[in-house]
């Protein structure tokens, strides 16, 4: 069965600060790779995602992510954070039928 | 283009009562996943649908609970006989096809009183 950990559940950072929320995953096949975030009181939206091709994978809002096979690995990251990046992130993982999410990061951006 | 829909965005009911959210994907989206949302549990699975059939419901309780996708109209979660416990946010998401990426409504919030 597919499974996703999200290692850190509440981040803290001052603005400008570079963040990394790891992510790893459990599954024997091919996999497709998500990020979302949840702004408080609103829906996922999707910051990126991975499907094949170049394992560094640019999304939206200065976030990237890379995936790391061998590590069963797909961290996201972005160099400098803002205020406006305050919010919950979701990792997220669908090896076959379903899309498994991980509990989430809850990331805290003091101005 | 609309996204993908949910209604009500808010819903109460009082314990013993019925539950239906519904979820309309967004054009050209056959696939359809339904979530549930605690504070501090992040995204359960609970059930993927494609039209007019239920591929995984693996997430889904056993009792009280059931899910649709009819050929027409909006995907439907049902939930019979609300306890406290089933506060939660409920999230759709939609995909036109296995394995792509999938896009989330707003979301229900459920309160059972």
């Known amino acids: 069965a597919q499974s996703v950990s999200q290692h850190n559940h509440h981040v803290i950072l001052s603005e400008a600060a570079s963040l990394e929320l790891g992510c790893n995953y459990s599954?024997?096949?091919?996999?497709?790779l998500f990020w979302y975030v949840q702004y408080p009181g609103q829906h996922l939206q999707l910051l990126l995602k991975?499907?094949?091709?170049?394992?560094l994978v640019k999304g939206i809002k200065g976030f990237e992510a890379e995936f790391i096979k061998s590590k069963f690995s797909f961290n996201l990251r972005k160099p400098s954070v803002q205020w406006s990046d305050t919010a919950e992130y979701f990792c997220?993982?669908?090896?076959?039928?379903?899309?498994?999410f991980g509990k989430g990061t809850r990331l805290h951006i003091l101005p | 283009n609309a996204g993908v829909m949910q209604n009500p965005r808010h819903l109460v009911r009082r314990r013993g009562q019925e539950a239906r959210l519904r979820c309309s994907p967004m054009k050209g989206h056959s696939h359809v996943y339904w979530y549930r949302q605690l504070p501090e549990e992040g995204l359960k699975f609970m059930v993927y649908l494609q039209k007019e059939n239920i591929i995984d419901e693996s997430g889904m309780p056993k009792e009280r609970f059931s899910a649709e996708f009819p050929k027409e109209g909006p995907s439907i979660l049902r939930i019979q006989q609300v306890v406290r416990g089933d506060s939660a946010a409920y999230f759709c998401?939609?995909?036109?096809?296995?394995?792509?990426?999938?896009?989330f409504g707003p979301g229900t919030r459920l309160l059972v009183l």
């Open positions: 998401a939609s995909s036109r096809d296995v394995g792509e990426t999938p896009y």
């Open positions: 997220a993982v669908n090896g076959g039928d379903k899309i498994i």
């Open positions: 991975y499907f094949s091709g170049d394992p």
């Open positions: 599954y024997g096949g091919t996999v497709n």
